[in-house]
Each structure stands twice: as structure tokens, then as C-alpha cells.
């Protein structure tokens, strides 16, 4: 069971495909965090999932775009 409820999660995020990919980019934040010594009360998905349900992470604040190489 997700907690907070998905509604309050699409609240801030519009659609679950990207809430996933928001959680990613989030999990990626808290696990450099991590690596750099910061401890974490919570496991980095988590903390993810608190921060949407919190406002503090939206797809507005993501950059979600997958960058091309320049050949």
C-alpha cells in the first residue's frame, strides 16, 4: 500500500508515469546525499514520495528530459 495515497501524490504530479519518474530523479538526489555523507532518516524512495506529497518535488522542479549526444 503506497502512503500517502496516490490522490494526494497526483495532486502535485499528473499522471503516474511521471510521479515514477520524479521518485527516480528524487531517489538519485538522496542517494548522492548519501554518498556524501548526509544521513538519511528514510530510504531514498521514500524520502522521494514524502518530498511529492509534501510539494517539495514536482515534475516542474525535475528536469526529465533525456539529453541527446552530440555525435
Do not use: C, F, W
Request: proline fraction near 4%; glycine fraction near 6%.
Amino acid at each position: 500500500m503506497l502512503y500517502p495515497a496516490m490522490n494526494k501524490l497526483t495532486g502535485y504530479i499528473p499522471n503516474r508515469y511521471m510521479l515514477v519518474n520524479v521518485v527516480a530523479a528524487g531517489k538519485q538526489i538522496a542517494q548522492t546525499a548519501e554518498n556524501e555523507g548526509e544521513h538519511l532518516e528514510e530510504k531514498p524512495v521514500t524520502l522521494a514520495i514524502h518530498e511529492v506529497a509534501d510539494g517539495k518535488l514536482d515534475a516542474r522542479s525535475m528536469d526529465l528530459t533525456i539529453e541527446e549526444e552530440n555525435a
